[in-house]
């Protein structure tokens, strides 16, 4: 009887075994699909996001970068014009010295009266 015991209970785990792989393969090809449709779709929403994120910042930084790049524009424009004046102001100061070295040279040839 004990032969005939184990005998049994060996096809009834090899039953549950086979019926339990059914039922889980069963599961695993119904639940598979919407999970990887599910993972594709968070994947998506996350790539999406994160895209949005970066061209963000790039725009971000770009408008930085371009306000940046106008402020050194207008102080070099400011540096420039007052290069500019300074060296008109030099010019102008030069031409009057030599103007007064002109006199004085004219000055001292003509003879004075005494």
Do not use: C, N
């Not at 015991?5 to 695993?28: E, K, N, P």
């Not at 007052?82 to 004085?104: F, H, I, M, N, P």
Request: charged share 25%.
């Amino acid at each position: 009887m004990s032969e005939q015991s184990t005998h049994t209970h060996d096809y009834r785990f090899l039953t549950g075994l086979m019926v339990g792989g059914v039922v889980g393969a069963g599961l695993a090809m119904l639940l598979a699909p919407r999970a990887a449709a599910e993972i594709k779709e968070r994947a998506a929403g996350s790539a999406k996001h994160l895209g949005g994120a970066v061209s963000e910042r790039y725009r971000d930084a770009r408008l930085r970068a371009a306000g940046a790049v106008d402020g050194i524009a207008r102080k070099g424009r400011w540096v420039r014009e007052s290069v500019s004046e300074a060296v008109v102001r030099g010019a102008q100061a030069v031409e009057r010295g030599a103007q007064d070295v002109e006199r004085l040279a004219t000055d001292a040839k003509t003879p004075k009266a005494v």
